[in-house]
């Protein structure tokens, strides 16, 4: 199987954020098998790896290998045309974020729920964990030390918590696998593993804390310390 990176020559904006989309091709070169292409996007500002979770919007396609030319086209432009409902309506969600306003409480609300501590032994004592650093860590990325902290879009605001949450995941993270390299390591959690499934469920955490659904259940601007 043999994995593309692939550019798409337009950006988009959330408030003052420039974001770059982009297309990741999974082909596994069988002849019969489809291949997969996973919608993502990063930060200009950071390069910050974003991907989120909205409902009625796929974040995946497969194509398939058609005989001709005009099928492979339309196939591409079945794709692109998924990819570009998927990045469209996130850019809607995410402008939504950035006018929402966070207090502390609810920060502190946020980062229980996606780090929380684990429970005591049986004997009372508390097990060990990495998740108080980790919330420090986080809460210190929003309140000032992520990259673009100056921004309309990402101070004091609930998209600028999430993408705490995602430079956090996306740069200060290294666990090492035998085998394997730390970029090699970062880019399949990232894109497949355990650090995916953390960041989508922290926008769609984000979305229910704050009322907004998605980009089309409400053109309401929520402030999220109401």
């Not at 593309?4 to 954020?17: C, F, W, Y």
């Not at 910050?48 to 290998?65: E, I, K, P, Y």
């Not at 992520?146 to 879009?153: E, L």
Request: proline share 3%; charged share 25%; hydrophobic share 35%.
């Amino acid at each position: 199987k043999v994995w593309m990176l692939a550019s798409v020559p337009e950006t988009m904006k959330v408030k003052d954020d420039v974001i770059v989309p982009y297309l990741l091709i999974s082909n596994p070169h069988t002849g019969c098998n489809a291949g997969e292409v996973l919608f993502t996007s990063t930060r200009v500002v950071c390069n910050n790896t974003l991907t989120w979770a909205l409902n009625g919007a796929r974040q995946r396609a497969q194509f398939h290998h058609r005989g001709n030319i005009q099928g492979q086209l339309d196939e591409a432009r079945r794709v692109l045309g998924l990819a570009k409902t998927y990045w469209q309506r996130g850019v809607e969600t995410m402008t939504q974020l950035a006018e929402a306003k966070l207090d502390d409480r609810f920060v502190e609300s946020y980062l229980l729920a996606l780090w929380p501590d684990p429970k005591a032994k049986s004997d009372g004592t508390q097990r060990r964990s990495h998740a108080p650093t980790i919330r420090s860590t986080v809460r210190s990325l929003y309140a000032g030390e992520q990259q673009g902290a100056d921004q309309d879009a990402i101070g004091g605001t609930a998209y600028g918590l999430w993408n705490a949450t995602t430079e956090f995941l996306t740069r200060r993270i290294t666990r090492q696998t035998k085998g394997a390299n730390v970029v090699e390591n970062r880019f399949r959690r990232l894109m497949f593993g355990s650090d995916r499934q953390t960041r989508e469920h922290a926008f769609s955490l984000l979305c229910r804390q704050t009322g907004i659904e998605d980009a089309y259940a409400s053109t309401a601007l929520v402030s999220a310390s109401n």
